[in-house]
């Protein structure tokens, strides 16, 4: 008899069925035990009446995986509204020992670091899951609502000759006696992959070697990046990222809605125009309300963007805000001027509920602004010849945006630290499992 899963008992009442999945718990009554299963459809209940199977049951440690054959009776009472009964159990596999976290409690009780070091069996808990859930949801609609839009998704290198957007922020490894370094981002080969595609997209992972430990950085994560070419400026970027968010939660809406239910999440809506404010008038809200003076600061701290969010929230009623115009000097070599205000850019950041979720703006697009530009900073044009071909041989207006996966996760799902939305996380301390 071929395996059905749990979600599916309450529609084949009345049938003979095999499910299978883990021992999630055991709950043994005077003359009746329940083993409560777990697969990747839900939860589900086994009901032992017979003596001697009680005795041999109540041996089984928590996931323990096992196959199940009986029959599903409907029950009010049962989660998802049906049953096993007169159930044949067979054992797969048992675990070699009793596991030292309980993965059926409701919350787990344990510290982020055990949870962590134990990941293997924490992230089965329903919760833990579900945030997981979200975030494939998140993947999938970024990637529908891109290529709905004509864009291209590629891949790209993650060992790379030398550091995208310069710095000491990268992590060096051997590469057959050379120095190589892993990618800080697929900035240098989207903007080329512009020249063949006009747009393109790609989901990996990037690195940085940023010293920082705390709970919104890591040294490893998710990036969903994208670059479009023939734009008029910034605007036209912001315009494809708002329908970026708008697909990933429409992905989370209509893919998890069990998920969403069980973590009691508020999904925000994206408004028809996300507001926007300007770096220099941002600056001026904050320091009218708080009495800072913030003269001579080129970006904006972490308070500074909670501000923002609630002013957003209050003035807009937008759980999302567009902060432009940072000033140039603050952003990589190859972004875009403001022709009216040199020492601003086109570029952008997008708030999410007080967070910075995403940079991007226009870039350079003239082989000779890039000399420039390089020159400016110190420098040399020669270390940088692969990524200037593309602009050597003429590309379009373009630019793109980056969009941290484990931190729009995050801070959907309310978690405090953004390891608590990163498969094995990799930060300034953890490099296991």
């Known amino acids: ?36 299963l777990r697969d ?44 096993v009964h007169d159930p044949i159990i067979e054992v797969l596999a048992a675990p070699a020992e009793t596991p030292p976290v309980d993965v059926w409690r409701p919350e787990l009780a344990e510290t982020l670091p055990l949870r962590l070091d134990l990941a293997a069996l924490t992230l089965r808990h329903l919760r833990e899951r579900a945030k997981f859930e979200i975030a494939a949801a998140s993947i999938a609609g970024f990637r529908r609502a891109l290529a709905g839009l004509g864009f291209t998704e590629v891949q790209t290198p993650k060992i790379v000759g030398s550091a995208t957007e310069g710095g000491a922020n990268v992590f060096r490894l051997d590469y057959f006696g050379r120095s190589a370094y892993l990618a800080q981002s697929p900035q240098f080969y989207k903007q080329t992959m512009v020249g063949v595609f006009e747009r393109v997209f790609e989901t990996g992972p990037v690195f940085r070697a940023e010293p920082h430990d705390t709970p919104r950085h890591l040294s490893e994560y998710v990036s969903l990046d994208a670059e479009l070419g023939f734009i008029e400026d910034h605007h036209d970027v912001m315009a494809v990222l708002r329908e970026a968010i708008c697909g990933m939660l429409d992905s989370i809406r209509r893919d998890t809605r069990r998920s969403v239910a069980f973590l009691g999440l508020e999904l925000p809506d994206v408004p028809p125009q996300i507001p926007e404010v300007d770096f220099a008038q941002a600056q001026a809200l904050i320091s009218a309300d708080t009495g800072e003076d913030l003269a001579g600061e080129n970006d904006l701290a972490p308070a500074h963007e909670r501000w923002l969010g609630e002013w957003a929230r209050r003035e807009h009623r937008s759980e999302f805000l567009f902060v432009t115009g940072y000033p140039i000097s603050k952003r990589p070599f190859y972004t875009h001027p403001d022709p009216e205000r040199p020492v601003a850019s086109r570029s952008f950041d997008l708030l999410f509920r007080g967070l910075e979720l995403v940079t991007g703006g226009q870039r350079l697009h003239r082989y000779e602004d890039y000399l420039a530009a390089l020159r400016e900073r110190g420098q040399d044009p020669a270390d940088y010849a692969g990524y200037l071909q593309a602009f050597r041989y003429g590309m379009p207006p373009h630019g793109g945006f980056a969009i941290g996966l484990e931190r729009w996760t995050a801070r959907l799902t309310g978690a405090a630290n953004i390891r608590e939305t990163t498969l094995f996380p990799r930060d300034l301390n953890r490099l296991s499992p």
């Open 40 to 83: 990747r459809s839900g939860i589900g209940q086994v009901v032992i009446t017979d003596p001697a199977q009680i005795r041999t049951v109540g041996e089984i440690l928590p996931e323990t995986v096992v196959r199940v054959r009986g029959r599903s009776v409907a029950s009010a009472q049962a989660p998802g509204g049906a049953e």
């Open 1 to 36: 008899m071929s395996r059905i899963l749990i979600g599916e008992l309450s529609a084949r009442a009345g049938d003979d069925v095999t499910i299978a999945g883990w021992l999630h718990r055991r709950r043994e009554l005077s003359r009746v035990t329940f083993l409560v």
